[in-house]
Nanobody, 116 residues
Framework: QVQLVESGGGLVQPGGSLRLSCAAS????????MRWYRQVVGKEREWVAY????????TYAGSVKGRFTISRDNAKNTVYLQMNSLTPEDTAVYYC?????????WGKGTLVTVSS
């Protein structure tokens, strides 16, 4: 059974940084591309970043490019999202995602609140 568990969210001031983690189990993690999404209450879930299985290629949504960095440690079955220069517009629940044989798996999310 595929399980994804996000952590690392919290309250941070504008301009601050956070690093999110997503630990995966029940899957051959090193063979999967991984994604981060985020969702604000009342809005659709928004794709944030993607990393290939080896970590060799990463892509970002325009709204976070240059501020967020996705990375992974296949030995730890974990994907990360380093978030810098945070603004109130980054406030959301952040989810990691894995697509396994055309089935999407999601964690329960971790809340990031950017506020002074």
């Amino acid at each position: 059974q595929v399980q994804l568990v996000e952590s690392g969210g919290g309250l941070v001031q504008p301009g601050g940084s956070l690093r999110l983690s997503c630990a995966a189990s029940g899957v051959t993690f090193s063979s999967l591309g991984m994604r981060w999404y985020r969702q604000v209450v009342g809005k659709e879930r928004e794709w944030v970043a993607y990393i290939t299985s080896t970590g060799g290629t990463t892509t970002y949504a325009g709204s976070v490019k240059g501020r967020f960095t996705i990375s992974r440690d296949n030995a730890k079955n974990t994907v990360y999202l380093q978030m810098n220069s945070l603004t109130p517009e980054d406030t959301a629940v952040y989810y990691c995602n894995a697509n396994v044989y055309d089935m999407n798996y999601w964690g329960k999310g971790t809340l990031v609140t950017v506020s002074s």
